[in-house]
């Protein structure tokens, strides 16, 4: 039977979405379904002067929007939180038909722009709000902290979440009082460009968010050039080629980059949640989650018993293209993604590690379909033991002491999530914190963590620099101004007194201070 095309999704819809996308050269890519390799839309290309008109465009915007009190700039916010609620059923038509990915993810990934806007509409008001504090000189000298917006920024998205990151990653941003030029992937652009829509139904001025599409190469330069701060989620590799651009510029980054996540499962865990668990952290999103598990740590006691489960239900997984819920799993975004899968696991099973289920092309389900794949053996001279993989593949590895685990977890150059199961919480937490990365969950994959929008969620070592949510993922978009006030003129010796008579006022005034706790 013919897959049919959600009904939302029509050739006058898709035209106006990408009608936002400016292209003086008449350049155009072929954005596909993924599920089928059809053609949806032709999506303009932007050249280098479209990106330097658009970054003018917006900061002409951003003046009057930085300019509006706090209050009014939270009202838009109000009402896109309703809006996106009202369309999230075509938010996932889109977020399907682009990425592939089952529909249970793409409608979970419509929640997280929600969920970040009523965070922020609440905590916004008291981090925006001045703060004074006392000057040097008591009751004479006051000091007030005072956010200003950045001014544009730049927002390089990847294609994995495509409206989370694009979206959401915008909205504190764009609560703070900046404008956004964003540059989706050219795979995933419907998606914004949708929420973009919504936005400026719910009241955000018209050319305040603008979007730029292009290969990376192309366009990255020229937005990094004249962002005032850019938010940057990808791999490794190009997150080091934009951090190193933007301190060129001398303009702030930030770096959300990869991973290749490890789970230990503890001698007390219990093995029912940890398999049910286990599916989504490796094939979840079919493994294009940045915070997806790739590595597991089983305990030899448990090791056979946790493999047959593991495998038992990794085999009765409903993998196939459908827009409706019934599929466990989805399509990668593409045929190259699918290669470049099936080359981490024929380069594993070369230098002997074993397939334990899956490890093939589907392409009897779509162009792009990988069967969800796991491996046994997996050591650190294959791709698959030191480099993400970013696919539904993951590889079970034995331990004898929870010593041995952690320093295994540990071995990697990335640190952006990790997973720990135990029955006993309390030491799952100590043993979760003895790993190097910046989000650990215990007794869960990754929701727990990345939905908490009230703590900062970032990497450590090579997978990334700052953070998205919490205080953190809106102050970053600020710069803070030191508004100093002397109300007499009491800094410094008076005309013709004595200067040795003056250093003791001042130092004995300092000692008085610091034992009465005035300053």
């Given at each position: 039977m013919t897959l049919q095309r959600p009904a939302s999704i029509t050739d006058a819809f898709l035209e106006k979405l990408v009608q936002r996308v400016p292209s003086t050269s008449g350049g155009t890519w072929k954005l596909t379904e993924v599920y089928t390799g059809e053609v949806l839309v032709e999506l303009p290309q932007s050249t280098p002067e479209d990106i330097e008109q658009a970054f003018r465009t917006a900061r002409a915007a951003q003046v009057?929007?930085?300019?509006?009190?706090?209050?009014?700039?939270?009202?838009?916010?109000?009402?896109?939180?309703?809006?996106?609620?009202?369309?999230?059923e075509t938010t996932t038509d889109l977020i399907q038909?682009?990425?592939?990915?089952?529909?249970?993810?793409?409608?979970e990934e419509t929640c997280d722009p929600v969920m970040v806007m009523s965070h922020y509409l609440k905590r916004a008001p008291k981090l925006l709000a001045p703060v004074k504090r006392g000057g040097p000189v008591p009751m004479l000298t006051t000091s007030t902290e005072i956010r200003q917006p950045k001014g544009v920024i730049g927002i390089i998205a990847p294609w994995n979440f495509p409206f989370a990151t694009g979206i959401s990653d915008s909205i504190s941003a764009l609560?703070?009082?900046n404008a956004i030029v964003l540059k989706p992937d050219n795979k995933t652009a419907l998606s914004p460009l949708y929420g973009i829509q919504m936005l400026e139904e719910a009241g955000l001025p018209k050319g305040l968010f603008q979007v730029v599409c292009g290969e990376g190469p192309d366009v990255?330069?020229?937005?990094?050039?004249?962002?005032n701060?850019?938010?940057?989620?990808?791999?490794?590799?190009?997150?080091?080629?934009?951090?190193?651009?933007a301190g060129r510029n001398l303009i702030g980054a930030c770096l959300e980059l990869g991973g290749k996540n490890p789970m230990i499962v503890l001698e007390d865990a219990n093995l029912d949640e940890v398999v049910q668990g286990a599916i989504f952290g490796a094939f979840g999103n079919t493994g294009q989650i940045c915070m997806h598990i790739e590595r597991m740590y089983i305990p030899e006691s448990r090791y056979d018993e946790f493999r047959d489960r593991f495998v038992a239900a990794t085999e009765a997984l409903d993998v196939r293209a459908a827009y409706d819920f019934g599929p466990d799993m989805g399509s990668l975004v593409s045929p190259?993604?699918?290669?470049?899968?099936?080359?981490h696991v024929d380069d594993a099973?070369?230098?002997?590690?074993?397939?334990?289920?899956?490890?093939?092309?589907?392409?009897?389900?779509?162009?792009?379909?990988?069967?969800?794949t796991i491996l046994e053996g997996v050591t650190k001279d294959m791709l698959a033991g030191v480099t993400e993989t970013f696919g539904p593949v993951v590889a079970l590895h034995k331990y004898r002491t929870v010593d041995e685990a952690v320093a295994l977890a540990n071995d990697t150059d990335y640190g952006l999530n990790a997973s720990v199961w135990g029955g006993d919480v309390a030491n799952a937490c100590q043993v979760g914190k003895r790993i190097?990365?910046?989000?650990v969950n215990v007794n869960d994959i990754l929701a727990t963590a990345f939905a908490s929008k009230g703590t900062p969620s970032g990497g450590v070592k090579q997978s990334g620099v700052g953070a998205r949510h919490g205080d953190q993922g809106l102050l970053k978009y600020t710069d803070v101004q030191n508004l100093a006030v002397l109300k007499k003129q009491v800094m410094g010796a008076k005309p013709g007194q004595d200067y040795d008579k003056y250093v003791k006022g001042m130092l004995g005034g300092l000692r008085m201070m610091r034992k009465t706790g005035i300053r």
């Open positions: 009057e929007w930085a300019a509006r009190p706090l209050k009014q700039r939270l009202e838009v916010f109000k009402r896109a939180h309703a809006l996106f609620l009202d369309n999230a038909v682009e990425s592939g990915k089952n529909r249970r993810m793409a409608i609560m703070a009082g990255g330069p020229t937005l990094i050039d004249n962002a701060y850019v938010m940057f989620t990808g791999s490794t590799a190009t997150g080091r080629v934009v951090g190193e651009r190259d993604h699918k290669d470049r899968v099936q080359a099973v070369a230098k002997g590690a074993t397939v334990l289920t899956g490890g093939k092309a589907r392409p009897d389900l779509g162009p792009a379909f990988f069967e969800p190097e990365s910046g989000n």
